[in-house]
């Protein structure tokens, strides 16, 4: 049984900082492109920042220079780094794991990241 626990969400004010990480339960982690997703109520989920197997990023234009991925492959385990946050980063946000070989995919249970003004 595949499972992404996420953690490290919570209340926060407008400029300030929070990593969330995320566990996965998996074989082969290493293999796996690992991505942070966003949703807000009504909306469609979206892309945040992504990490490949090989170790290459993308980033959400929203977010770039202040959102940092990086994964532990040692500990089975993506962060993201989230500095200068604003009001508008609110939202509950998912893991995501995805190994386009097999056409696997994996999600979390989500965290909320609330960011006060």
């Known amino acids: 049984q595949v499972q992404l626990v996420e953690s490290g969400g919570g209340v926060v004010q407008d400029g300030g900082s929070l990593r969330l990480s995320c566990a996965a339960s998996?074989?082969?982690?290493?293999?796996?492109?690992m991505g942070w997703y966003r949703q807000t109520p009504g909306n469609q989920r979206e892309s945040v920042a992504i990490?490949?197997?090989?170790?290459?990023?993308n980033y959400a234009d929203s977010v770039k220079g202040r959102f940092t991925i990086s994964r532990d492959n040692a500990k089975n385990t993506v962060y993201l780094q989230m500095n200068s946050l604003k009001p508008e980063d609110t939202a509950v946000y998912y893991c995501?794991?995805?190994?386009?070989?097999?056409?696997?995919?994996?999600w979390g249970q989500g965290t909320q990241v609330t960011v006060s003004s």
């Open positions: 995501n794991a995805y190994w386009s070989r097999r056409g696997f995919e994996y």
């Open positions: 998996v074989i082969g982690f290493s293999l796996y492109d």
């Open positions: 990490i490949r197997s090989a170790g290459d990023t």
